[in-house]
């Protein structure tokens, strides 16, 4: 899950195709069928200006594997290799309610997998609502925040990190049709799930002084779009983040390295092409 979350953490924006016709309309329609062997063929694309050694295309295969009333699990490429779409990486890792209006995820989300010098834990998410039919434009279906410190060996130096993050789940809009892969599916329900992060630390310079080493920023954003009775159609995701620049100065000034990129960008976007609904 480590490289996916990167292809997923340190991506899912702009919609190319959709309706301009969104409201506040909230349905009852069966927005993820989970019968065992339901299959979802996805098309990936990953790009990366900052490190085009990222870029790449690819295919996912993602299925229904287990169902026990109304709790599922899924899983990608036959479990014989990661998922390579940030979506289907969060898919493969995790268990699903689906209630009337709601499907709930519960599950681990891992982050900054490019940064290992630093304590950031994955995040644990318990009664993650993906989506709810009933919900108008806009609203919040999730959110939860925490914060934890550890003392990390830094260039020689024990340094306590404080890492601070917020996780939200917004339903944006419901959008009357949707364009994907030349194929126009109808009643769509547009989310979006943004992970904001902040990283400090207090140096010993003879008196102790805080210091940022990561600005709280949005370093996962990512937009889902459900079809009735298919599932999701299309995530776009996009993984970024920007180290302090004091903290990178004050870190060469006094002669240390950094294991991991200062900075980052990456976009992951995965389209449906095929499906199997029983």
């Known amino acids: 899950m480590k490289s996916n979350l990167f292809i997923l953490v340190f991506g899912f924006l702009i919609l190319g195709c959709s309706s301009d016709d969104s409201n506040n309309t909230t349905s009852d329609g069966n927005y993820f069928p989970i019968v065992l062997d339901n299959t979802w063929n996805y098309s990936v694309e990953n790009t990366s200006e900052s490190n085009p050694e990222l870029n790449f295309s690819a295919t996912d295969v993602v299925t229904i594997n287990s169902v026990t009333d109304n709790m599922f699990t899924m899983e990608v490429n036959n479990g014989t290799t990661p998922a390579n779409g940030t979506m289907n990486t969060f898919f493969s890792s995790g ?12 599950g681990d989300l891992e982050i900054l997998s490019e940064t290992d010098a630093l304590p950031i834990p ?57 364009t ?32 940022s080493i990561l600005d709280a920023q949005d370093i996962l954003v990512i937009n889902n779009y459900y079809a009735e009775d298919i599932g999701l159609i299309k995530s776009d995701a996009n993984q970024s983040f920007q180290l302090n620049a004091a903290f990178i100065s004050l870190i060469t000034t006094f002669g240390g390295t950094l294991d991991f990129p200062t900075n980052s960008s990456v976009d992951n976007i995965q389209e449906l092409e095929s499906y199997s609904i029983n």
């Open 180 to 211: 994907v892969n030349e194929t126009t599916y109808t009643n769509i329900i547009q989310t979006e799930i943004k992970v904001n992060l902040e990283v400090s630390t207090e140096i010993d310079l003879g008196f102790p002084i805080s210091q």
């Open 122 to 178: 994955d995040i644990n998410l318990y009664n993650f609502t993906l989506y709810d039919t009933n919900a108008n434009s806009n609203t919040q279906l999730y959110s939860d925040t925490n914060s934890f410190t550890e003392d990390v060996d830094f260039n020689g130096q024990i340094l306590p990190i404080t890492t601070t993050y917020q996780i939200t789940n917004t339903h944006l809009n419901n959008l009357s049709s949707l």
């Open 95 to 106: 268990t699903f309610t689906k209630l009337n209006s709601t499907l709930v995820y519960n």
